[in-house]
DNA sequence: TTGTACGCGTTATCAC
DNA sequence: GTGATAACGCGTACAA
């Protein structure tokens, strides 16, 4: 009674409408023309039998898979939620879906990423997803790759989108120190080889060497980029007498809050004793206690831009080597100023 | 020079290993024994040829994607990291991979959704971004659905996986009115028939009749889990001379986001004029300010559960036809209290 | 405008 | 232990 395969394919639907399945697939894709009586009647068929194309079969058929795909290296940070909204925002618009998978390309790391050209028309790389060689090969295959938040390596003319790190970071130390007179300003790493973390840091560097401050490694500290990574190491720096300081900035608003909770919990005072300042702008940092001063980061709009980036490559449209979006500082009260 | 097809197939590497392409595959499965000296000369040619198998045709072949959806219905709210990273721990871990896709039943949207039977093995289906009629279909085909924060309609023996919602509103409730007095709390909504928001409001009410105090409709706000939204009905509320409150529990975290705000904007003070409580517990609500008073919800536990079900569902292994997670309510500043 | 038949890359069923 | 080969569901020449 049950027949082999349950699924409803094309040749039952050929079939039942008394066409052929080349009819049928040309009225799906809209390819050929067919006579309005059959349209009608095809249109009929296909509801009642609730017939889908099959995916795969569509995709060994004309090698699209209508997939695009995005690696990341984690996903339990706020920052994720308006990136992969800005992606999925440009791929549904395109009629495409979205293959989201981790992977972290450390040296241990033999695991082949999970998604590739395997299962995917293109991908988007976030920052450390994949390693240089594995970006070279995939160059090699000519599949599409656009990357996010880093930089291709030498010799790979891949599109990349990321955001104005140096700048920015450069103006919200220069803030702290010239406005609240900060000296000994605390600088949180991001994740090792991270080149956002790189960048603020030049900025970071810029700014002191302009006043006049010496650059001192022990104020250099390992957030992370994440919360409980910068709250331990702010609770670390604390409990021991030395280095003093007055300031911290954070690397992101991630490794703020965990500032935060560091500092909280060892009874200093923010910003009265020390001033906080982090980066990206996340939905919630207007609203911490004190409100975050920060640098606004348009994440939504790195992914909507990486998303069409990457459609310009599949479509064979001329692609922005590089997209740096711009970004800005938010004064709010963190830093000990009155917004 | 090029060849037709730029992708190295199973066949390439059967040739270059010298041997046929069943032995390659039953390599690849690890179905059936071979050889030493074959596998030796098959990791080798796989290796130098950078050899994948190809999704799409295992996949057809199969009968099987290694793919389980995600369906949301939006992707605005941070809500949603922790789920994703919850769901994401579980399917990378069966070696399946995630395709994340938004859709939304509204009566008005005739479009099929993205994942289904015919990309996917199994599906999570978030809230209502599929309609009853769209599961019941679903399950006829016996297609593997599990819902997470939403029941399956009449007769449908779908399992989901939800949070205890009423007891934890009510005792919020409760709180408020016993601890801090208040007795004109305004409720907010979430979306129109979203189960979450009917328990809670289920709590509310038996709160209120628990302490003889009158269910007011002019009470019941629009706050649609939706920052901006929640804003906004707030922002209307205080700009009339009625109703008047000193109490609102915002639905969720993502709008009491915006009930600060607005009431920030009003410069009425949280929580010495209006107490303020939200649900969720989201990553930053302890940073809030003040600190938010809440109901904290194990979404990423939701998240890794559902995944759970699902692969119990597809490797047809029992499966719990309800998992109600436990809440508890958190307090902290924002209902006055000095947490 | 429509139909026939082959190929897409892999697995699985035979036979050896 | 290994090799041929028929599916899997669809698109697309080529023919009519």
Redesign the interface.
Known sequence: MTKKS??VTIRNVARQAGVSVATVSRYINHNAPVSPEVAERLIKVMAEL?Y??????R??ATRK?R?VGLLLT?????Y???L??GI?SVV?QHGY??????HRSASNNDF?P??????TDGLLVFAASLKDEQLY?LHK??FPVVLIHRTPPDDLPLPFVTVENKAATRAIIDHLIEVHGKRRIIFMRGPIHNEDSHWREMGYKASLQAHGIDYDPALVLAGEFE?KVAQESMSTCLSSKYPEFDAVFAGDDEAA?GV??ALQQAGRRVPEEIAVAGFDD???SS?????LTTVRAPTEEVGRVAGQQLFNLLQGLPVDPVSLLPTEIIIRRSCGCNH
């Open positions: 349950s699924s609730n889908l194309p099959h995916a795969a079969a995709h060994l898979a997939v984690n996903m339990t940070n706020d994720f939620a308006p992969l909204n999925e549904s879906n979205l293959l989201v998978a981790t082949q999970p998604i590739g050209p395997h299962n090969q295959k000519k919360r809050i935060f909770a996340q939905r919630m609203f911490l206690n004190p409100p």
